[in-house]
């Protein structure tokens, strides 16, 4: 992958949040009312928790509509989490890209859904034994603030208090919080303590890498979610195998180290470990991007002439 793309897709998503400061929520009544009907759908069709054994639930956050690695990620952490580490119907997914509106209709990832979600989520799950897994991509912020937009009619900033806030509302105890995106260190100081895991893509005050029109998978994403967490089901394992490797991409690709971080409460572990030792895994599961729209089957509806352009290799 080109060096100079990567590091201008990251400069002009960090110009263009910058200059959404101003937070512009979901304004039209029909589609709050569609997103209030799909949030109570899906807390609505949580399997409830099984006594006596430890579960995990899981609720991914896709952030950013304006690129498809972020929807790509988000939907994969479903199908990893349903199939292959037994939370089949213990999952939500909020995402904002097109697809959530039309082809595959499904909350958007919006401060208010996620805070219904894990109040939702944390009124099903045993506060003592399950386990929550929260997933978040986008961009973030040098202020450490993650960039949430479903262009054009939703713009937010999301700052450790408020996903803090959102988490201690819900009641839910025992936490592996991960947030890829850039300069995602700094939000571990507001959110660790005894009961939670947190990793992150990037340290405080670097970048990290992946995004773009040409990305099918972050570097974090591809190389915790896809790669590791198809060798093995230990969080912190996985970890640790995927901060190799992206220190050496970053290092072949001429990149300044975004230096993953990780903050493991001392309580967290054993209960990790309680939930693992009963978890029987399913086999690996492929990365599938999911596919673009079919084109106009409509006669009258004028086809775009071929750019000539080749499509640029994907890693």
């Not at 909020?94 to 939702?120: C, F, W, Y």
């Not at 570097?219 to 979610?225: E, K, N, T, V």
């Not at 209960?271 to 089957?297: D, E, F, I, N």
């Amino acid at each position: 992958m080109n060096r100079l793309p990567q590091l201008l897709w990251c400069l002009l998503a960090l110009i263009g949040a910058a200059g959404s400061v101003a937070a512009k929520g979901l304004t039209d009544p029909a589609l709050r009312e569609r997103q209030r009907v799909l949030v109570e759908s899906a807390i609505a069709g949580l399997a409830p928790q099984r006594p006596g054994q430890p579960d995990l639930y899981v609720v991914g956050f896709g952030g950013d509509s304006t690129e498809d690695v972020f929807r790509n990620e988000t939907v994969y952490v479903d199908t990893l989490m349903s199939q292959r580490f037994g939370a089949g119907g213990r999952v939500v997914t909020l995402i904002n890209h097109s697809d959530s509106l039309i082809r595959t209709p499904r909350p958007l990832a919006t401060l208010e859904n996620l805070r219904a979600v894990l109040a939702g989520v944390g009124n099903v799950m045993d506060h003592e034994q399950d386990v929550l897994l929260l997933f978040m991509t986008m961009h973030g912020m040098p202020q450490h603030q993650l960039f949430v937009q479903m262009a054009p009619v939703y713009f937010d900033l999301i700052d450790p208090r408020q996903l803090r806030k959102a988490l201690d509302d819900a009641g839910i105890r025992n936490r592996v919080l991960v947030i890829s995106a850039c300069y995602s260190g700094g939000f571990i100081p507001a959110l660790k303590d005894h009961d939670t895991l947190i990793l992150t893509a990037a340290h405080r005050n670097r970048p990290s890498f992946g995004c773009g029109p040409d990305s099918d998978a972050t570097y974090f994403g591809r190389a915790w979610l896809v790669d590791a967490l198809n060798d093995t089901t230990d969080f912190v394992a996985a970890f640790e195998t995927a901060k190799i490797r992206i220190a050496e991409r970053e290092k072949e690709e001429g990149f300044r180290p975004s230096r993953p971080q990780i903050s493991v409460g001392k309580q967290i572990l054993p209960r990790l470990q309680a939930w693992q030792s009963q978890l029987v895994p399913g086999p690996k599961v492929a990365y599938a991007v999911p596919a673009p729209p079919a084109p106009p089957t409509d006669a009258a509806t004028p086809s775009k002439p071929n750019s000539g352009k080749a499509s640029k290799p994907k890693k």
